[in-house]
């Protein structure tokens, strides 16, 4: 087993994403919005423009992701560190994450997804590739859309429930 620790700490985000599912409630496609958190995230190219997420094939936004085929990268505030670990210690799956972790629902400007309104900055993102790497998918998404909105002290995983910032 690896020590993840000596690459820590890395910078904490959130990723959003949206799709019509069923649900084991309602056999009917709805639409769902969802939030996670990850720390295995990097630009991979400037021309395209492409940055990588590495997702559990396990989780349910990997679900919404593959179905829609977008995603949003939202860099957040350090001071959004409590709804930053709501969102990446539950399941969206049965709840709406963006308001148990008291965060604002925005609509992306240019593809069919929400992004998080206090986000720094936002990575509208279109999937153009999937590469498996064990129990992960890296999914590639050319960045389409960047919104910019502020500076700020952002949050870095230690490990675990642990996090540190850093300067503006």
């Known amino acids: 087993m690896t020590d993840w620790n000596i690459a820590n700490p890395r910078q904490v985000i959130l990723v959003s994403s949206r799709a019509h599912v069923a649900t ?21 190219s400037m021309s395209p ?48 994450k963006f308001k148990e972790a008291g965060l ?8 069919d997804c ?20 064990g129990d992960h998918v890296i999914i590639i998404g050319e960045i389409i859309n960047i919104i910019k909105n502020k500076q700020g002290k952002r949050s870095f995983q230690i490990e675990g429930l642990k996090f540190t910032t850093t300067g503006e």
Request: net charge neutral; hydrophobic share 40%.
């Open 24 to 44: 084991r409630f309602s056999p009917d496609k709805s639409l769902k919005d969802n939030i996670f958190a990850l720390t295995w995230h990097m630009p991979v």
């Open 104 to 111: 604002t629902k925005e609509e992306c400007k240019r593809i």
């Open 114 to 133: 929400v992004c998080i309104k206090e986000a720094l900055n936002v990575f509208e993102c279109s999937v153009v590739n999937e590469i498996e790497a």
């Open 49 to 96: 423009f492409l940055y990588a997420i590495s997702v559990s094939k396990e989780r349910y936004s990997y679900k919404l992701i593959k179905e829609s085929g977008v995603f949003a990268v939202n860099f957040m505030p350090h001071k959004f560190k409590d709804a930053i670990i709501e969102c990446g210690t539950k399941t969206g799956e049965h709840i709406d």
